[in-house]
């Protein structure tokens, strides 16, 4: 296919999933349900309050994670980098939870951003120092990611218990949930998007070369521990944004990335923009089986609100399986 | 005498077939040598004689009977294999890993006391490592982490040795050394030997049986002194070069002298 | 040549001598700490029952079932983390990546929001979950090969249940969630005898189950290759292990919760008193530290904050981590040896 039909095909399915969202809702479901919704005024309100924003969020966030993921597997040279294996994603979520704790400017959409950005850099600052000392080895660093990812999330566990009553909120902090994401939210997530878009396609052509080696970085004029912290920085950002927006939606700063790359190869000024959009089809689709599952099940007595996070989780889940299988057998089968 | 025979070997990964219809009898008592380019499936036939990879199609036998009939403790007395590489295992020392040969014969009950016993000893021995057996493996150069990977295999007990690349990564001088243990253990003990060897002048010098693998098939099959020729060199190897008999052994030597 | 120290007698003594006197010191505090605070000198008194009641009901019927219960916890997950990092030749196979203990929490988050009544919850559908969810990661990983790809099927399986879990709590009511919340993470809150009868004999009943797997581990950490090439099936091997591992888990998960990653620290613990040994003399040094540090991180959960008591996974989690780092930083990096 040539390269302009991939984008122009990416585009419309992510539009699709995109409209899909919008026609789905405890209020309806379907195109015609959402024609007669935008007739009513009263019903036209929720689609333009509720629904559009939600949708937006969900591309936006969806964007973020991609783009973090794609920066982080260029710079760990490891496919299975992502922000909720290199303690950035926990850093993230301690963060949110800390500010929702606190209460006040901080528990805002803009101060949350902010103090999830604030427990990113944790994250990442300890994964970089330890791996300054540590070397640069690539599984070595994954390794320690995780191990990073526990202790934060360890911390994040015990000050749930420091407020049981608010344990079912902050759970869907840890999962990732759209429910109740609204314009505020957007108005305060858009302009992270856009930066950490431009920033990203800007360092592109710098996280190629830093996705190969360090001497060869070096070899053609590149300082390679400036930049690393630089991208580093920009992918804690991205991250952080989209977690303190709809908490930790697992799978999707992997998964994205990795379709970037079958799609559009390793050249990062394509796979950047495109492990965004591919981002934002995935948290669109997931939101929409979300609240298709949430419709199913609030026939029973309970008002069940199936937080996306688990969607993405276990399709996620089943995707990587297949991936690791599939791998595991190229790898064993690569002697003659 | 323990023998293997293979036929009709047939092995693919994904679309690549690596080897097609390989038929190869490995008498008791002899030494074969598989050479061929990178890539050609020697190694992939080595595993397939020692079980470790299961062929797509065609069947291996042991003494007769089929391989996959066999438990695999039952095959690892019959057959030893020194694989390409190891994993490294930190702070092993050699006899541990010694001892882990005797797996087979011992079995899960019998390793708990921990496996220690004649055999291990004279594989030690034998391949001369008896003086740092207590090391750590890591602490140990190439070519005496080559003898020990030796002397694991020979604490099997098995008659037959199949040994992938047991030269690889090792200076002349203890590739030598290598090649000498091996002809000296095999005459003492009686072992039926196939080896995968990089080095066409090493699997002439030593082997009585080369076997010359070409995309996945047998290209010749026989004597080095029959086998090995200008016309072998170009055909299996890509280069033109020259072939005579040394003075010493009666065994063919070969230099290469270009690309062709 | 290399000259390898020989290990001394006295070397080889202390560390042992510590860990019992360690043992010693750490059973009377749990014991002792607390509220009301017991003077160790008493205790000989307390326990022939020379003693008021309520200093009896304390030691005895509180913390002394709590004691025992977080030895056997710990002496099993010790023991279960040898067997999965030996087996999978990665010192990050640790139930918490192989989707036993969130299989177990995952199950019984399910029973609690769906009122689902099943006899002897929540020990009953922990053991099943674990059983569920170490049986997903079998299965998941019987047709890939090595060790690498075991753990990353095992850690997907994990963040699938635990998105269950985690679906499960924020469905909850907030009666449910103190029942929850102990499946997020680790306690040992509330242990009285009749917890101690329910679940140690199946602790005992499995342990044994580890030294028959002891050869095959031997093997095992040689590459799947040469352990095939030595007369053991590695795929097979490894999900007998791994049964065992998802096994001892699952009757700590059961009664407990996850007491997250002491499966991590207790085996490099172990590695680390005994450097050139093998699997043997390590799971039983294992077993032990891991007793000891569930005691330990227990007697903090219970005092440092009193009243508020810390979830114990918590602190064994920051604790467990932070240790293994640190000891797996000081371990120089190992190259492929024998490639």
């Known amino acids: 296919m040539p390269r302009r039909g991939v984008w122009t095909v990416l585009t419309a399915i992510t539009a699709f999933l995109a409209l899909a969202q919008l026609m789905t809702g405890s209020s309806g479901n379907g195109p015609a349900a959402l024609w007669g919704m935008l007739g009513d005024d009263v019903a036209r309100q929720i689609v333009v309050e509720l629904r559009a924003p939600r949708v937006l969020v969900a591309l936006a966030a969806g964007a973020c994670l991609g783009i973090a993921g794609c920066i982080l597997q260029a710079l760990l040279r490891n496919p299975l980098a992502a ?11 301690l963060g949110a939870v800390t500010a929702t704790l606190l209460g006040g400017f901080s528990a805002t959409p803009h101060g949350m951003i902010g103090t999830a950005i604030a427990g990113g850099v944790l994250g990442g600052g300890v994964l970089w120092v330890v791996a300054a000392r540590a070397g640069s080895d690539p599984l070595r660093l994954s390794v320690i990611g995780v191990l990073i990812s526990a202790v934060l999330s360890g911390i994040t566990l015990i000050l749930l218990t420091a407020r049981p009553q608010s344990t079912g909120t902050m759970a869907q902090w840890l999962i990732g949930s759209l429910n109740g994401r609204g314009w505020a939210h957007w108005h305060a997530l858009w302009p992270w998007l856009v930066l950490v878009l431009v920033a990203g396609l800007l360092i592109a052509p710098v996280l190629g070369l830093l996705s190969v ?3 060869h970085a070096r070899g053609v004029g590149l300082e390679p521990p400036r930049w690393r912290s630089a991208a580093l920085l920009l992918a804690v950002v991205a991250a952080a944004a989209a977690i303190a927006t709809v908490g930790a939606l697992s799978f999707v700063g992997l998964l994205a990335p990795h379709a970037g790359r079958l799609v559009f190869g390793a050249d990062h000024r394509r796979a950047i923009p495109g492990s965004a959009l591919i981002g ?12 298709q599952l949430t419709t199913l099940a609030a026939a029973g007595e309970r008002p069940l609100g199936i937080p996306t996070g688990a969607v993405t989780a276990i399709v996620g889940a089943v995707v990587l399986i297949r991936a690791a299988r599939r791998l595991s057998t190229l790898t064993s089968g690569g002697q003659s | 005498m323990t023998t293997i025979a293979a036929t009709g070997i047939t092995v693919h990964f994904g679309d690549r077939v690596i080897l097609r219809e390989v038929d190869l009898a490995v008498p008791g008592g002899a030494w074969l040598a598989l050479v061929g380019r990178n890539g050609c499936g020697k190694s992939t036939l080595l595993r397939v004689l020692a079980g470790l990879l299961t062929p797509d199609d065609g069947s291996v036998s042991l003494n007769g009977s089929p391989l996959r009939s066999l438990s695999r403790r039952t095959i690892a007395r019959q057959v030893a294999v020194l694989p390409q590489a190891m994993p490294a295992v930190p702070a092993l020392t050699v006899r541990q890993l010694v001892r882990q040969g005797r797996y087979a014969t011992r079995g899960p009950l019998g390793m708990l006391a921990g496996g220690d016993d004649e055999h ?16 750590a493996l890591d602490r140990l150069s190439g070519g005496e982490r080559q003898r020990v990977r030796l002397a694991l295999a020979l604490a099997q007990d098995a008659p037959v040795l199949l040994l992938d690349e047991p030269t690889t990564y090792l200076d002349v001088r203890h590739q030598l050394e290598m090649l000498e243990l091996i002809a000296r253990l095999r005459e003492e003990r009686g072992l039926t030997v196939v080896t995968v060897l990089h080095d066409l002048g090493q699997a002439a010098r030593y082997a009585d049986r080369v076997i010359a693998l070409r995309d996945g098939r047998v290209y010749a099959d026989g004597r080095a002194s029959d086998v090995v020729n200008a016309d072998l060199l170009n055909a299996v190897f890509g280069v033109r070069g020259r072939v005579w008999p040394d003075e010493l052994t009666g065994r063919p030597l070969c230099t290469y002298d270009a690309v062709g | 040549m290399i000259d390898v120290p020989a290990v001394t007698g006295r070397r080889r003594l202390a560390p042992v001598v510590a860990v019992a006197l360690s043992a010693v010191a750490l059973a009377a505090l749990a014991l002792c700490l607390g509220q009301p605070v017991i003077a160790p000198g008493r205790l000989p008194a307390v326990l022939s029952g020379e003693a008021s009641a309520l200093e009896r009901v304390m030691v005895v019927e509180l913390r002394a079932p709590r004691l025992l219960l977080a030895l056997f916890a710990g002496a099993v997950l010790g023991a279960a983390g040898l067997l999965l990092q030996e087996s999978l030749r990665n010192p990050l196979a640790v139930p918490e990546l192989l989707g036993v203990s969130s299989g177990a929490a995952a199950a019984v988050a399910l029973v609690v929001v769906f009122g689902i009544s099943v006899p002897g919850a929540p020990l009953v559908p922990a053991l099943a979950g674990a059983a569920v969810g170490g049986a997903l990661t079998i299965m998941a990983v019987r047709r890939a090969v090595g060790p690498a790809a075991v753990l990353l099927i095992g850690a997907a399986i994990s963040a699938a249940l635990q998105a269950v879990l985690l679906t499960g709590v924020s469905l909850s009511d907030s009666r449910e969630q103190g029942v929850l919340v102990r499946y997020l993470l680790g306690s040992l809150t509330g242990t009285t005898w009749s917890t101690v009868v329910t679940t140690v004999p199946g602790m005992l009943l499995v342990l044994p189950l580890t030294v028959l797997a002891l050869p ?3 093997v095992l950490r040689l590459g799947d290759d040469t352990a095939t090439a030595l007369g053991l099936s590695a795929g097979a091997a490894r999900v007998a292990v791994l049964a065992v591992g998802c096994l001892l888990v699952a009757t700590v998960v059961g009664p407990c919760g996850p007491i997250a990653w002491v499966g991590f620290l207790a085996p490099q613990l172990a590695r680390s008193v005994r450097p050139g040994a093998e699997a043997r003399s390590w799971l039983v040094w294992s077993t032990v530290l891991g007793a000891l540090l569930v005691t330990a991180a227990d007697l903090l959960a219970r005092t440092l904050l ?34």
């Open chain 1, 83 to 93: 922000p909720e294996i290199t303690g950035i994603g926990s850093g993230a979520v």
């Open chain 1, 213 to 215: 080696d360090d001497d």
């Open chain 2, 120 to 135: 291990v000893r004279r594989a030690l021995a034998d391949t001369g490592v008896a003086s740092y057996a207590d090391a």
């Open chain 3, 306 to 339: 009193y009243p508020i008591e810390l979830p114990v996974g918590g602190l064994t989690a920051l604790i467990a981590v932070v240790g293994g780092v640190a000891l797996a930083a000081r371990r120089r990096r190992f190259k492929d040896a024998l490639a």
């Open chain 1, 280 to 291: 934002a089809a995935t948290v669109c689709a997931a939101d929409t089986v979300a609240q």
């Open chain 3, 216 to 218: 095959a581990l031997g």
